[in-house]
């Protein structure tokens, strides 16, 4: 880990140095700026690996459910459908504020 990941995650207290000195202000920002971005691409995998895990879920549920009736299997798809398309509206509604 760098000293700038152990500067954000509280485990140093003084900022780190680059080249001897203190990073000047247009650096810091540059700096939180890579740092945000990368805490916002951890949860934009870990929103999207739940969201793939709850899909699968939902798939499998309709399959036992339904067992060999093509009717409710027919029905139960409509619904898994429906709520995949939320899954995918909410991760959408996450993500739409970091501009991604």
């Known amino acids: 880990?760098?000293?700038?990941e152990n500067f954000y995650q509280g485990q140093i207290s003084k900022r780190p140095l680059?080249?001897?000195?203190?990073i000047p202000n247009e650096a810091r920002n540059v700096s939180d700026e890579v740092f945000?971005?990368?805490l916002k691409m951890q949860g934009a995998e870990e929103l999207?690996?739940?969201?793939?895990?709850k899909?699968?879920?939902m798939d499998e549920a309709r399959r036992?459910?339904?067992g060999n009736d093509e009717l409710l299997n027919t029905i139960f798809a409509d619904l898994e459908v429906?709520?995949?398309g939320?899954?995918?509206?909410?991760?959408?509604g996450v993500f739409s504020p970091f501009k991604f």
């Open 64 to 66: 036992d459910l339904a």
């Open 1 to 4: 880990m760098s000293d700038l």
């Open 55 to 57: 899909a699968k879920n």
């Open 82 to 84: 429906g709520g995949v």
């Open 48 to 53: 999207t690996t739940y969201a793939m895990r």
């Open 36 to 38: 945000l971005t990368a």
């Open 18 to 22: 680059f080249g001897g000195r203190r």
């Open 86 to 92: 939320k899954l995918k509206q909410l991760q959408d």
